[in-house]
């Protein structure tokens, strides 16, 4: 037998239903909607704190307390306007070190929370090569060539120095060798010593002498001042006779001199 259906029942609900069905327009949606609620300041301060709040905290992190894995990755914001802090973890030469980035210090958790790693293999492309800015120390051996005087010492005084030491270095620029230069400051006895200053104080290293590209972060009077005091008492490097006397500059120049023929790499 065939289905018919019935028409709806008073008070069946089904005008309701299909009144719900109907259509609405945008503009009578945007009528019906009760936009009190949104003005109430307990709705929306509460959302746009959090906002606010994660907003602050990544740019806070990505500015402050991300850590910096090598040269490469020092944005070029970085120069001129701040500052690398973290743990020397190698000595290469007289005049440059390895520094382990270690953003926020200890109030960030590094040295008990947060350990820098001791082996060589944990630290393979996790380091900053440092270059001190406005000093050249005594060339050590390096591709074939012999050693010049005083080298020996000024490796073991900054190993001494800086050596599992925090540092912070102010930076300037990268240099050819992708070594980032900055002028580089640590705590001896409570008061912040100028590490490239304390070099020349010593005898250990003489003011850059290139012509160009020499980065002093507006310190070449002081440092000139303490190289002259320090070839005045005779320290160091200054100690023989001055018709001996080769700068690191003056080497590195016959170096390449000697060189140049057979075609060897300069450093």
Partial sequence: MPWWPS?????SGSSKDDASRRPISWADSLNRTDWEHYKDPRNWIPTVLVTATVVVSLQLYRSYLRRIPGAVHVQPSFFRRRSLF????SVGDGDNFHLFHTPGGRLTGWGW???VPNKRSELKNRTIPI???GIDAPEGAHFGRPAQPFATDALAWLSNYLLGKK???KVYRRDQYDRIVATVYTRRFLFRRDVGLEMLKNGLATTYEAKSGAEFGGL???YKAAEAKAKAR?????????RDFESPREYKTRMNALDEPQGTPKP
């Fill in 7 to 11: 028409s709806p029942s008073p008070g």
């Fill in 86 to 89: 973290g743990q020397v973890t």
């Fill in 113 to 115: 929370l947060r350990q």
């Fill in 131 to 133: 270059r001190l800015a």
């Fill in 167 to 169: 540092v912070r270095a």
């Fill in 220 to 222: 070449e009077e002081k």
């Fill in 234 to 242: 005779k320290l160091g490097i200054w100690s023989g006779k001055p």
